[in-house]
């Protein structure tokens, strides 16, 4: 896999930096960004489930897409890469969304599933086959912890060969999912691990990058793991894991919820932003608070 594929390597999927009313702040993400930077990471993926994508309107995505994108590539320079999601309820919302990243400098646009509704195989296959007529590369995202509509390696097979999809997040959890899809990966499409908990073993599958969360936390150590992987170091990889593994331990601070309160708490205590999550998430307790800064304080290379 090509380092320069928008998938490869590690790519930190971003929280949407907020102010205190709700409103997507750019400028707050500066300390972030810098974090992140400074870690090796070189990629970012915007208006995910850690961005809040969902709940936020399309216009408040392009937006926020144009300022950070452009804040990352003058940090990063040549080597940036800036994905955006498309998270849509259904086809014509998700082809919206699209049309509104138009003229934007992205590398690729992230298109998931619908979601609520439970959709047939041939109904996913139409969906993501007109994203991609709408003339971006697309990366196809599997979470059907989220949209209820899982994808199999039969339909992904299929996606594969379509003009303009060039790869595929998978963040369902399934190792034997996971196998199948990295065997139908190529030098035009990749696969990168999107379950936190696997990703040492998801680059031994196979995979060409990962999509870490906690990166957010510990960007470095994300690309450590990574980088021995490729050097064919799983073993060393492997034990990198047990250290990420402890970093989402912040998530079962507040157990049964999507953990994005959680990560921009953690965040904050860490001095990279602000706290603040679009309604209707509330704000971390003060019990909550303390539990996060005893893990950020106690994990190892959160500030590597």
Wanted: hydrophobic share 45%; charged share 15%.
């Amino acid at each position: 896999m090509s380092a320069g594929h928008p998938i490869a390597g590690v790519t930190i999927p971003l929280v949407t930096v907020l102010d205190e009313r709700g409103r997507p702040d750019p400028a707050a993400a500066g300390p972030l960004l810098a974090h992140l930077a400074a870690g090796g990471v070189t990629a970012l993926m915007l208006a995910g489930t850690n961005g809040e994508g969902p709940l936020l309107s399309g216009a408040a995505v392009r937006s926020y897409a144009v300022e950070v994108g452009a804040m990352w590539r003058s940090l990063v320079g040549p080597e940036a890469t800036v994905l955006a999601t498309a998270p849509g309820a259904g086809r014509r919302d998700t082809l919206e969304r699209i049309d509104l990243l138009d003229g934007v400098d992205l590398d690729a646009v992230v298109v998931l599933a619908p979601f609520y509704f439970r959709h047939t195989p041939r109904e996913l296959e139409a969906h993501f086959q007109a994203a991609a007529g709408r003339g971006r590369p697309i990366v196809v995202y599997n979470s059907p912890g989220y949209t209820g509509n899982p994808l199999t390696a039969a339909l992904v097979e299929r996606l594969r060969s379509v003009p303009g999809i060039v790869g595929l997040k998978d963040s369902s959890g399934d190792a034997a999912l996971f196998a199948e899809l990295c065997a139908l990966a190529s030098p035009e499409f990749g696969v990168a691990q999107g379950a936190e908990g696997q990703l040492a073993s998801g680059l031994r599958a196979g995979a060409a990058g990962t999509v870490p969360g906690v990166g957010m936390l510990a960007p470095a150590l994300c690309v450590d793991l990574v980088a021995r992987a490729a050097h064919g170091d799983h073993d060393g990889a492997a034990v990198l894991q047990e250290r990420v593994d402890r970093l989402t331990r912040i998530f079962a601070v507040r157990p049964g919820t999507s953990g994005i309160v959680m990560m921009k708490s953690a965040l904050h205590l860490l001095g990279l932003c602000p706290p603040h999550a679009v309604a209707p998430f509330e704000p971390a307790t003060a019990a909550e608070i303390a539990a996060l800064r005893e893990l950020v304080e106690q994990a190892p290379g959160q500030r590597e």
